[in-house]
């Protein structure tokens, strides 16, 4: 085995964890965002300098931001680790790292909290099934309660003072880059790393607790703007929708409705992947959308989430209309001239190249160089065990490609074309998978569940999760790309589908007709 075939699965495994560390994160936000855009609006209302300034309503925003929103995140956090009981402690566990500090605690909840719940976790396995019958109640409600206190104070002691300390560096790091006017510095990181499907770790982990503590000083923050600028997913867009070819300028127009004004940045990201090279009109975007906002000291009251560009609007800060409008157009028309220099430097080398111009066809292009099979239909009926190459093989995009970098022999499709037994189990629960589980799934498991109701196919349910809670009662997961090994781990007796775009994926058909011939 060469050196290249044996980086590549360890790159791909660090990926993937950084991914689940970033999913893990942003997992303990995302349930909790209505919370924010309810703290936001009461703050653009209410406050001294709101849209309708009242007193007595403007004491909600110090109690919810000091209060509510660093223990919801806590209590989501806990139950990630330990279901209700582990959010429990959590939240109690967390009184302590808030009432210890003048600062909003959201990074201290996002530590304590969970680890709060690992050791109540640890602390239950000591006398696992030596209560004896009667005392069970007494004795965890007992054990919660004083680890949990216990776990108080020592936050208050401990971890608050070093959380302090760690979010005032962080702090005064971003006001030095802001005063030297670096801050757009941050799009050489975010912009990859959305296109990685990092982008709610980005900004649910990391920019939104920063953004909410700022907000709180200043009324605003440009922090929350630093990802979920809509603009430079737009100028992508546009930039296919003029200069692309095949598949990828048919399904551009449909994608900037869903990216623009749905918010779902997720939409856009394989087309960044398709062509690598974009990611610096993707940069350049997001600096000049940074440094719009910096000139302007504009910024949003709270998240604005989705990155949709009402979303964007309404949480505008009064007096920062003209700064953010401006940011989202220029990151758009920055992005959309850079995009389409390196589009049409490329467009007649595609055109060349076969199939490059259609999208499914570069996938199948790709699969027939590593030698394998191309049909989804091959690949899902194919018998394979959990964890095999043949697992990952069953992916349309990339499941091919890993099996033959991992140098395997025997991919789905080649066992299918050997005349290998297939396990034709039905095919009754369907599960789109995607990092957060609210976004992208949700619009593939419309689309998917529409072209099964027109099939007149019944009795199969088509949902929509994130890829930490997948289990194995689905009989077939469908990710995106970049997102199959972690659904393959979560889920490893399913079977597993691959698409580069929830909403236009070609495989969708073959998928329907693959139901249809296994739930006879």
């Known amino acids: 085995m060469t050196a290249t075939s044996t980086a590549e699965p360890r790159r791909r495994g660090a990926r993937v964890h950084v991914q689940r560390f970033g999913t893990f994160l942003s997992g303990m936000v995302l349930p909790n965002i209505a919370a924010f855009i309810a703290w936001g609006l009461i ?29 919801l995140i806590a209590n989501q956090g806990g139950r990630m680790v330990y279901d209700t009981r582990g959010g429990v402690v959590a939240t109690i566990a967390t009184m302590g790292v808030i009432v210890g500090s003048d600062i909003p605690q959201f990074m201290g909840a996002m530590i304590v909290g969970p680890g709060a719940a690992w050791i109540m976790k640890h ?79 980005i900004n649910q982990g990391v920019l939104t607790p920063l953004g909410v503590q700022q907000s709180l000083e200043d009324g605003k923050s440009i922090l929350f703007l630093l990802e979920a600028n809509p603009g430079p997913g737009l100028g ?56 719009t906002n910096v000139i302007f000291q504009s910024g949003l009251r709270a998240p604005a989430s989705p990155g949709s560009i009402f979303a964007v609007l309404i949480q505008t800060a009064s007096d920062s209309y003209l700064g953010v409008i401006l940011s989202v157009v220029l990151s758009a028309l920055v992005t959309f001239l850079v995009a389409s220099v390196i589009l049409r430097a490329s467009r007649k080398r595609d055109l060349e190249r076969e199939g490059a111009g259609d999208m499914s066809a570069a996938i199948a292009a790709t699969q027939a160089q590593k030698g394998k099979e191309s049909s989804v239909l091959s690949n899902l009926g194919t018998s394979r065990e959990p964890g095999s190459a043949q697992n990952v093989g069953a992916g349309i995009v990339g499941g091919a490609e890993a099996a033959a970098e991992e140098g395997t022999g025997s991919g789905a499709g080649a066992g299918a074309a050997g005349g290998v037994a ?19 799934s949700a619009m593939g498991a419309t689309v998917l569940r529409n072209k099964i109701k027109k099939a007149g196919i019944e009795g199969v349910t088509v949902v929509n999760k994130a890829i930490a809670n997948l289990d194995d009662s689905a009989d077939l997961v469908i990710t995106q790309r970049e997102l199959t090994p972690r659904a393959e781990r979560q889920a490893p007796h399913a079977e597993h589908v691959s698409v580069d775009n929830f909403m236009n994926s070609p495989r969708y058909d073959e998928v329907v007709q693959e139901v249809a011939n296994r739930n006879k």
């Open 422 to 440: 297939t396990d034709r189990k039905p095919l009754r629960n369907i599960v789109f998978a995607c990092d957060a589980g609210m976004g992208s």
């Open 123 to 201: 602390v239950d396995r000591i006398w696992d099934g030596k209560i004896k019958p009667g005392f069970e109640m007494l004795v965890n409600n007992f054990s919660a309660g004083i680890l949990g206190g216990i776990l108080a104070v020592v936050a208050f002691f401990a971890i608050a003072p070093l959380v302090t300390g760690l979010s005032g560096l962080i702090e005064a790091a971003v006001d030095w880059l802001v005063s030297l006017n670096l801050l757009p510095l941050v799009s050489l990181f975010i912009e990859p790393g959305k296109v990685l499907f990092l982008n709610n770790a």
């Open 236 to 291: 992508l867009l546009l930039a296919f929708a003029v200069f692309g070819i095949g598949m990828f300028r048919a399904s551009a127009p449909g994608a900037i409705i869903i990216q623009f004004l749905g918010g779902i940045h997720e939409i856009y990201f394989p087309y960044v992947l398709a062509k690598p090279l974009l990611i610096v009109a993707m940069i350049a975007g997001g600096m000049t959308g940074v440094f």
């Open 43 to 71: 703050t653009a209302f209410f406050i001294p300098t709101g849209w309708t300034p009242n007193e007595t309503l403007g004491g909600l925003v110090g109690p919810m931001i000091t209060y509510l929103l660093p223990l």
